[in-house]
């Protein structure tokens, strides 16, 4: 696929994929999103900067990815008094509360130049502020001092109602009555069944983008592996592809495979995890304990092989932290072979489990024209004939030598999503095998030079979740000018909502966790 | 369900029992120190206060087969009004600080607070700002703290065990 603008060509860009930007006039923004939209090109993240100090200037940003390749796009804003910029949302859906967000954070405004009488009026109600800080202050600007603190003074929430005979709603969160994160549902049925869920999110907000931009180079890969947890080694290894590229930094090949390792690790360990939940959100305890005693090996060879259970600090600027030995790697392989046979088992059992599969089949559909139209990427994406994969169609270092599969289903229901997960942990294993089989010996650290200023990098990297992005732009003297974090949760969690239609409130536990979204790296 | 009972007996019974001091407790141990001091079961109810989910996937491990909580009558319960003592993980963000606080006096007296991990105990890499108020204490009190990040399994166990032997 070709994607060129005629009027401002794209620059190549710092990123370890293929990737390219431009900086738009705001007809060519436009243009540019409805070109992008005619070739099908994923919309993957919106963010905005306050560059005022720099070039007088708001800016806003928009990635994408066509199959080749990775597209930034940028519109700088000269109105700072009043700074807006076309809204994408009509375009890219899942856009829609990215804008929220970036004027909660910057007080930057999405606007529709022509709207269509039945088109409806732009969201304002905030996202990530919820009367934790004063409306007119908005955080991520450089202006504004990130440390200072406000008194919260919490705002109703003006959720959208639904009206008729019977109508209920239910509202639940943002505590929620087991070890989950916290989000507000807020369900209108009838009955038993669901006619609308609306989500209100950006309750675990911690202004991480404004915290890095406290860091330095050196040291914010922290930060990043904390974004969401449960994608730690993508992320940190994001935010280091980014750092690494605009640093033009030498990492060793052993570092490299090692951190697909981690990676394939961190993949692994959470379809397990959510493989396990599946089961016993279906009332099949049995799949809970079971799974969750294989994850529980895993996360113990982690300790052999990587020092840690979870990974947030294994993946540093320059390589990892921690060298493998041979007595883990053997370790390892024969782990590999207990996995592969014991996952094999399971799936037997729970495919011919007529309970579970009753429970799995048509529950929270998502066919592939709604996830095409809403632009749902990564795991849930994949489940619905989305067929996107960073390590299949951008592989970067060491991806290009591994040939990965790309796994897909057509369903969309939490049965394809069982199936797609499944599928994953099997792959993981053939690329985990291949990993240590083939690693290279060597150092495992290279030197990171210090970044000049103002330099800007992507980070792609495909967690277990779907890809997520570190956009890097640098400051003077191995500072962080800008670092903006995203999760492909924000592009799932609306989907969510449209895969609880019609199904029954009980149902809708098994159908979350199908989806097993981050709040947190969401929330940002 | 012969292939699920051959699966049952094939792996048997995994809870592990291990040596027995405040340091490294076994769920034996908690157990027995909870008999001790409660005269019956503790029920925990975690709250996440604006975590990163790192801790949460830790707390998820003790009820596995391994550490088999919940076997051992310490159990996770759904509402702050069935619980003993609130396991509270994260910075607590702005947007949780009310929550926090509601879920809080929700617990009935007489009640333990735990902050788990690096940020709940001191804030860690997320620290104080205009969307963090930092470690639990600077919310609810707190009376004892698990440092990591996230904790081991085991050092959940661990501080669970010190904050009710206090």
């Known amino acids: 696929m070709n994607f060129d603008l005629v009027e401002s060509p794209l620059q190549p860009l710092h990123s370890n994929v293929a990737c390219r930007f431009a900086s738009l006039s705001v007809v060519q923004w436009q243009r540019a999103m409805e070109a992008l939209r005619a070739v099908d090109a994923a919309f993957l993240s919106l963010w905005g900067s306050d560059d005022r100090d720099r070039d007088g200037c708001f800016s806003i940003q928009a990635a994408f990815l066509l199959s080749d390749e990775a597209v930034v796009l940028q519109h700088k804003i000269a109105d700072v008094a009043a700074p807006t910029y076309p809204s994408i949302a009509q375009l890219y859906p899942a856009a829609a ?21 039945d088109q409806h009026e732009q969201d304002q109600r905030g996202w990530l502020r919820h009367g934790g800080w004063p409306e007119a202050v908005y955080p991520l600007r450089r202006d504004v001092d ?51 869920l609306e989500e209100r999110l950006g309750y675990t907000h911690k202004g991480v983008a404004k915290r890095f931009e406290s860091l330095s180079q050196s040291e914010a890969h922290r930060l990043a592996a904390r974004i969401s947890g449960d994608s730690a080694v993508a992320f940190s290894w994001a935010y280091c592809a980014a750092l690494e590229a605009v640093t033009a930094t030498a990492v060793p090949a052993r570092a490299t495979s090692l951190r697909a390792l981690a990676l394939e690790h961190e993949r692994m360990a959470n379809h397990l995890s959510d493989l396990g939940a599946l089961g016993n959100d279906a ?23 990587f020092a840690a259970r979870y990974l947030l600090d294994y993946v540093v600027p320059g390589g990892i932290a921690v060298d493998l030995s041979d007595a883990a790697r053997s370790l390892l392989a024969a782990q590999y072979l207990t996995l592969e046979r014991e996952v094999a088992s399971l799936r037997a059992i729970y495919d011919e489990h007529g309970g579970l599969q009753d429970r799995f089949r048509d529950s929270g559909r998502v066919t592939p024209d709604l996830a ?25 270092s060491p991806y290009d030598m591994l040939s990965t599969q790309l796994v897909t289903e057509n369903s969309g229901d939490v049965a394809a999503r069982v199936e797609v997960r499944f599928d994953e942990i099997f792959e993981s294993l053939r690329l985990c095998q291949t990993l240590i089989e083939e690693l290279p010996d060597g150092p495992i650290r290279g030197a990171v030079p210090v970044a000049e200023a103002n330099r800007f990098a992507v980070g792609l990297i495909e967690a277990w979740r779907g890809p997520v992005m570190i956009a890097l732009e640098t400051g003077a003297d191995g500072a962080i000018r800008r670092c903006h974090a995203h999760d492909p949760s924000w ?21 979350n966790k199908s989806f097993n979204l981050s709040y947190s790296g969401q929330d940002g | 369900m012969l292939k699920i009972l051959s699966r049952m007996i094939h792996t048997g019974l995994l809870t592990e029992p291990q040596a027995t001091s405040v340091e490294n407790p076994t769920v034996d141990a908690l157990q027995h120190e909870l008999w001790r001091t409660l005269g019956r079961a503790l029920c925990l109810r975690h709250v996440d206060a604006g975590s990163c989910n790192g801790c949460e996937l830790e707390i998820n491990a003790l009820n596995n087969p391994y550490y088999n909580l919940e076997g051992k009558g310490i159990k996770f319960v759904a509402s702050p009004r069935h619980a003993d003592l609130l396991l509270v993980t994260g910075p607590v963000s702005v947007n949780m600080e009310e929550a926090l606080r509601r879920t809080y ?39 004892h703290t698990i440092a990591g990040c996230p904790p081991a399994p085991a050092a959940i166990l661990a501080g669970i065990l010190q904050a009710i032997s206090r």
């Open chain 2, 105 to 143: 006096d929700a617990v009935p007296e007489p009640k333990l607070v735990v902050a788990l991990g690096d940020c709940g105990a001191c804030g860690g890499v997320f620290g104080r700002s205009y969307a963090s108020r930092g470690a639990i204490a600077n919310v609810i009190p707190v009376d």
């Open chain 1, 97 to 117: 509360r990215m804008e929220r967000a970036v004027y909660d954070l910057l007080g930057i405004a999405s606007v529709t130049d022509d709207p269509q009488p």
């Open chain 1, 283 to 305: 009332g099949f305890a049995f799949g809970l304990t079971h799974f969750s005693r294989l994850k529980e090996d895993l996360l113990r060879a982690n300790v052999e092989a």
């Open chain 1, 491 to 511: 592009q799932n969690w609306p989907a969510l909502e449209y895969a609880i239609i019609d199904n029954i409130v009980p149902d809708f536990p098994l159908i």
């Open chain 1, 146 to 196: 990130g440390a200072q603190e406000y008194p919260v003074d919490s705002e109703p929430y003006a959720f959208v109602p639904v009206e008729g005979n019977g109508v209920h709603e239910i509202a639940v969160g943002p505590v929620h009555a087991g070890t989950i994160e916290p989000g507000h549902f807020r369900f209108s049925v009838v009955g038993e069944r669901v006619l609308r």
């Open chain 1, 372 to 396: 095409a139209q809403l632009g749902v990427i990564g795991l849930v994406g994949r489940a619905s004939g989305v067929e996107r994969d960073l390590r299949v169609d951008h592989p970067w």
